[in-house]
């Protein structure tokens, strides 16, 4: 089982930039694959963004090019930078921990993110 929280979240303009960070606690983590999902209100909630233990990464095509997701296993810490924001990324973020090993998924709360003029 792990632990995450995230933080990051908050209101800006589009064409803006935020930077989301979700610190996980647990051991074995170079055994989850940590990601990042979005609903928005009234939709499902969808993959953002993923990345492996080995750096690996997968985008929904919608953030391709304007996000970006990190991961810093020393710190136990996975991020996600948004650039280039539009109104439609309004939405409240979660972060996800998939274990490859049994395919447990943990979440964390969410950080909302609003994109406004």
């Known amino acids: 089982q792990v632990e995450l929280g995230e933080s990051g979240g908050g209101l800006v303009q589009p064409g803006g930039s935020l930077t989301l960070s979700c610190a996980a606690l647990?051991?074995?983590?170079?055994?989850?694959?940590l990601g990042w999902y979005r609903q928005a209100p009234g939709k499902e909630r969808e993959m953002v963004a993923v990345i492996s233990s080995g750096g690996s990464t997968n985008y929904a095509d919608s953030v391709k090019g304007r996000f970006t997701i990190t991961r810093d296993n020393a710190k136990s810490t996975v991020y996600l930078q948004m650039n280039s924001l539009k109104p439609e990324d309004t939405a409240v973020y979660y972060c996800?921990?998939?274990?490859?090993?049994?395919?447990?998924?943990?979440w964390g709360k969410g950080t909302l993110v609003t994109v406004s003029s």
């Open positions: 996800n921990a998939h274990s490859v090993i049994n395919r447990a998924d943990s």
């Open positions: 647990g051991s074995g983590l170079s055994l989850y694959v």
